[in-house]
């Protein structure tokens, strides 16, 4: 069963940044598409950014010009890099790795925090 961890998260103020790593166990990581979800307590998770195994991004236009979502297929990684984040950034953020279609694997979590 392919793992996927995820680290990074914190407590940042507004305005502040941070970087999400997600790394997958497994050989085929290159041929995955990466995603990032985020979910708040009482909604639905959220699609926040997505890379193809080609390296094309996709953003939420929530997070449009502030997060930029990368992948190195070396290290089986991908990052979210959020910029300038806001109190509604908040959320718990998951990475998920998708083949043709279907879901891989879930990683548990991680928590962003932002505020002052």
């Known amino acids: 069963q392919v793992q996927v961890v995820e680290s990074g998260g914190g407590l940042v103020q507004p305005g502040g940044s941070l970087r999400l790593s997600c790394t997958t166990s497994?050989?085929?990581?290159?041929?995955?598409?990466m995603e990032w979800h985020r979910q708040v307590p009482g909604k639905q998770r959220e699609l926040v950014a997505t890379?193809?195994?080609?390296?094309?991004?996709n953003y939420t236009d929530s997070v449009k010009g502030r997060f930029t979502i990368s992948r190195d297929n070396v290290k089986n990684t991908v990052y979210l890099q959020m910029n300038s984040l806001k109190p509604e950034d908040t959320a718990v953020y998951y990475c998920?790795?998708?083949?043709?279609?279907?879901?891989?694997?879930w990683g548990q979590g991680t928590q962003v925090t932002v505020s002052s």
């Open positions: 497994g050989s085929i990581f290159r041929l995955y598409v």
């Open positions: 998920h790795a998708a083949r043709l279609g279907r879901t891989v694997s």
């Open positions: 890379i193809t195994h080609g390296g094309t991004p």
